[in-house]
């Protein structure tokens, strides 16, 4: 009863807004060739999301989903995941070794701070140049996007484990590998969760970008496409989506870290 008050209390405010929005529409302090209504935009979001293809098999005839939006979502979902795991798989060693080693962080810091303030829509000509269109050069730019975040609050959380556990781990006699593997590593799961959660959001946000550039497919493509036959509906459809899209993951990221950290929230309580 409690989580529905609140998931109520939660749409109060967007329903709110979609509801002068609707009113503006209707009253006509719009234009709707700018900002199209919310009903418009339904509209346009089903007939992106729904289309019905018939698929006859034998005897018998079968209706399968053929809407650009699964195409392009799947296009979506896969640069991100590919691109994430590329930058997270090449951050987290690095991170650990810098946090860990004194002499490591002072030999990669600087390089560090010089690209980490670059964006990574700064590197699409490079991309481009370098890997050509599609998917390469796309993935490329979510890896950047995805690598610093991920680098930045691991080598943050190992830094800041506390120096009590270190020393009492010293104390119980504890060697280098299991005082890392034991007590540094676990302290650090907190910051490096964090830093996984923030360099996901950060790759939907770079794969949309990528997408209006690099590649002819997926819910950025489709959104420039929209623009250039000036279809706003189409476009806060696929906004919408990738609001959709990014809410979802967010929230299976803040699942699996509650799930993972219960032991870090008995310690808080």
């Known amino acids: 009863m409690r989580k529905l008050r609140e998931f109520g209390i939660g749409l109060a405010v967007p329903a709110a807004l979609v509801g002068f929005w609707q009113a503006a529409s209707m009253l006509g302090w719009v234009n709707p060739q700018v900002l199209p209504s919310p009903l418009a935009v339904v509209e346009r979001w089903f007939a992106y999301l729904l289309p019905l293809e018939p698929h006859t098999e034998g005897s018998w005839v079968r209706w399968a989903f053929s809407g650009e939006l699964f195409v392009d979502a799947a296009a979506s979902m896969y640069r991100v995941v590919v691109g994430f795991a590329i930058g997270a798989a090449l951050a987290l060693p690095l ?66 484990v506390d120096g009590i556990y270190l020393r009492a781990a010293r104390n119980l006699g504890a060697g280098r590998l299991t005082l890392f593997v034991r007590v540094i590593l676990p302290a650090a799961v907190p910051y490096i969760l964090s830093g996984v959660r923030i360099g996901i959001g950060t790759a939907f946000i770079v794969v949309i970008v990528a997408e209006m550039i690099a590649v002819n497919s997926g819910l950025g493509f489709r959104m420039l496409e929209a623009r250039e036959y000036f279809w706003p509906d189409k476009i806060v459809a696929g906004m919408i989506t990738i609001g959709m899209l990014g809410l979802a993951i967010d929230v299976g990221m803040n699942r699996l870290n509650n799930h993972l950290l219960r032991w870090h929230r008995g310690l808080e309580h």
């Not at 964006?119 to 998917?135: D, H, Q, T, V």
């Open 95 to 160: 991170a650990l070794l810098m946090g860990a080693s004194a002499r490591v962080y002072a030999w990669c810091n600087p390089l560090v701070q010089v690209l980490r303030p670059i964006p990574p829509i700064a590197y699409i000509p490079l991309a481009i140049l370098w890997f050509g269109l599609g998917n390469p050069p796309a993935i490329f730019l979510i890896s950047l996007g995805a690598f610093f975040p991920v680098l930045m609050n691991t080598i943050a959380g190992v830094r800041q």
